[in-house]
């Protein structure tokens, strides 16, 4: 039988080295695997390079596992945010490495990593700094410049629901970078809400099949959802929302 | 005194080109007050670029979803008709030219298209792209939204960027406080002026030479 | 109100022009937009280049197509069948050209075309006669050769259900190459089961979203199907099955 | 006369080396047979590259669906725990190294791996390929299942393919109907022999020097 399923978050994310390269899913908030990171945080591995669109907020998550000064590099489109000042700082302090990359050529490049493609001549970013000493063409009457994969040993990301054989759903614009990371990692590490029976989840609508798929975790339900059904009540961090308060 | 419209008046008339139909993406900052000068009961699909078309307002006080969120990570909703997709399709979609129109915000427009408005090159500065290099390089046209003038009275419209670049000869047409421009090889081309602003007073203002489009 | 949706085959291939290159889906039987294609040698387009995995099987669908002579070449990866007779008539006569390209080649030259992509390295078919005279690389010790997007005029392919917006699901195998040809053509037009309301199709579940989709036309329910549920009783082409048959 | 095996006998003992959990890809033709020797009662996944993982046996009768087949164009069924999913993706999974196992067959294995087994170059021939390039240059390990003499009695296992190739280097093992080969830099390993075989005979029928792996 086939069983990616994992008991506890510990070993989701167990056996990740010093000098890993670790995918992060998610779009600020959504789609961030909170769990696997502070999962992460506790197994203790550094030196980490981490790819995510982000580079963290507030004080949780990334930002967590860099002031613990567990990440050597971070690769990701947008590391400024009102809330990254633990990025920030060591970054000005020159004690975190930073590959900035345009959004959509840092999700090329995971998709390429997971489709076995070795390079390909993306438009974007051509005649910008971040072209810079990159091959360069022109084809068809258009200047491209070419990019490289990236893979990862592990991908960590949040799903809705998975099932034993690491087939995954996702919910809204929380599916974000998820798919695709699950495609470019050696070991891709899921958290879901749930584990439901194998063939439950309609085959139509799977959009990591379990083959990219290595171990899947159950978290329990997100806060805004009840029997996965939306019923709000919570801020954009999804913390419980007190009376009259609506977090920006 | 030149004549300037705020950005509530520019989000209207940049409204005003998006026909019926059209697939657009707004930027982040002042272009999403376009989406609420869409003229009611006509129907423009809006993605935001971390995978959903369908794009719908700000939910009501409460409802707020943390999975359900825009490009500038505030909260939205989905209209009926909304898919999501994952991100190499969402920038697949962009990057392959099925965008018809994306608004963006700007530090310099140079009058060939080119764009910067992603860093100051301040050697201090965090830097930071996001999709702006795919956005701007992606839609069929490409509109700025920005102010004529810098709050310390410098041009954003100018010959050629001296900020770094976003992209190259990529915006077809620029939406200020003052008037619209469009871009084009031999400069600026005015296409239409707010209140009693004349081509003059706005060649002054931006030292630069314009034709009427 | 977008309204994507248009009534008769007719007015779904109105347009195309002689000299057009005309993408069509399918995989065998599977996803074949047989309607459309009849629609489309009624419609009279000639010297056209068709885009598809096979050329062609018994005297229907392209091979009726090829048979009226309106192909000038054909781009695939299966050009060979135990009936595909009409092609290999024109082509050992000389009558149509032949563009042939590995099914994964083709289906990401595809994939290229849509999501803007100018060229791409891939490993498939380095070293063998279908890589002659192309670009070739080593990149990261693997040898890759280069190959560029295959863009259409239309794209012609079938799915379960659309709306009005041109949101579209498909139906299990018949998937294949009706979604990347959708991004890859100026014009896509799909033939559908039913066209829905909007809104009544999952969001989470939309394969082709309606940005990259033109025409929707209603075709009817396909025969193994009665109000959405499998019936089965017909044969591999979809024909009813007599007592006793089973097609092969 | 020396020892074969028959082609369900072979189907089984490649089923020996697949293991639970593993994703497979079976080519058109005698490698489909490997399905119905693979083990009761352990799970592996099925891949069809026309975009499907679960892939179960043929339908009953009278329950052909035509949405549903498999690469070769026959009928099959979805297993609990299927997924689809469209060409480039299915090609992506192949292409990006995530199938365990492909099992194909072959007009010539070289000793080195390389693989012919779509096209004999007779020039009045239909040529056509299919997805065989991108699963010989996809899976993890390349199993090819074939007879080892053509039915003129030549050896399809060769020192250099003289037919257009599919893949290079790609072909880790060979499961012939005489014994199992492994490829190497150094010329075929013997791994296995069936029946009365010997290294001494396979060798004067390939005329290949043969190694013990």
């Known amino acids: 039988m086939i069983d990616k399923t994992v008991v506890g978050v510990a070993d989701a994310v167990a ?133 490289y994969p990236i893979r990862a040993d592990v991908a960590l990301f949040s799903a809705l629901k998975g099932d034993r054989w690491g087939n995954l759903v996702f919910r809204e614009t929380a599916r974000n970078f998820g798919p695709i990371m699950a495609t470019a990692a050696r070991t891709a590490v899921a958290q879901v809400d749930e584990i439901v029976e194998l063939g439950s989840l309609d085959p139509e609508s799977i959009v990591a099949p379990g083959i990219f798929v290595d171990r899947v975790v159950a978290v329990g339900e997100r806060r805004w959802l009840e029997d996965g059904v939306f019923v709000g009540g919570v801020t954009l961090e999804g913390e419980p929302l007190a009376a009259g308060e609506e977090s920006k | 005194m030149t004549t300037r419209i705020d950005r509530s008046q520019l989000a209207a008339r940049i409204a005003t080109d998006i026909p019926e139909g059209a697939y657009v993406n707004l930027g982040i900052g002042a272009p999403t007050l376009v989406a609420n000068a869409l003229p009611e009961g006509q129907e423009i699909v809006l993605h935001t670029e971390n995978g959903m078309l369908g794009m719908g307002p700000r939910p009501a006080e409460g409802q707020i979803d943390p999975d359900l969120i825009n490009a500038g990570k505030q909260p939205v909703t989905a209209l009926p008709g909304a898919a999501y997709f994952h ?125 009427e489009a």
């Open chain 1, 15 to 147: 056996g990740i080295e010093d000098g890993a390269t670790v995918m992060i899913g998610g779009f600020g908030r959504a789609g961030q695997p909170v769990e696997l990171i502070d999962a992460l945080i506790e197994q203790g591995a550094g030196d980490l390079t981490i790819v995510s669109n982000n580079a963290g907020n507030g004080d949780t998550g990334i930002a967590a596992l860099l002031a613990k000064k567990r990440v050597r590099k971070v690769i990701c489109s947008f590391p400024r945010q009102s809330d990254s000042w633990v990025f920030d700082g060591l970054y000005r302090a020159g004690e975190v490495e930073l590959e900035l990359v345009p959004q959509g050529n840092l999700a090329e490049r995971i998709r390429a990593a997971g489709a076995g493609i070795g390079a390909f001549f993306t438009p974007t970013g051509v005649g910008t700094q971040l072209a810079d000493g990159k091959e360069q063409r022109r084809i068809d009457g258009r200047e491209y410049v070419l990019e």
């Open chain 2, 87 to 211: 991100h190499a399709d969402s920038f697949g979609m962009m990057r392959g030219g099925h965008l018809d129109v994306c608004v963006l915000g700007a530090f310099q427009v140079a009058q060939n298209g080119d764009l910067a408005n992603w860093s100051t090159g301040a050697p201090d500065a965090i830097p930071a792209v996001g999709g702006a290099m795919d956005l701007a390089i992606g839609a069929k046209q490409v509109f700025v939204m920005t102010d004529l003038l810098t709050k310390q009275g410098g041009s954003k419209l100018v010959e050629t960027c001296t900020y770094p670049l976003t992209g190259v000869g990529c915006v077809t047409r620029v939406y200020t406080d003052h008037g619209v421009f469009d871009t084009s090889p031999d400069g600026f081309r005015v296409r239409e002026l707010f209140g009693d602003n004349t081509i003059a007073e706005i060649a002054e203002l931006t030292g630069l030479s314009l034709k």
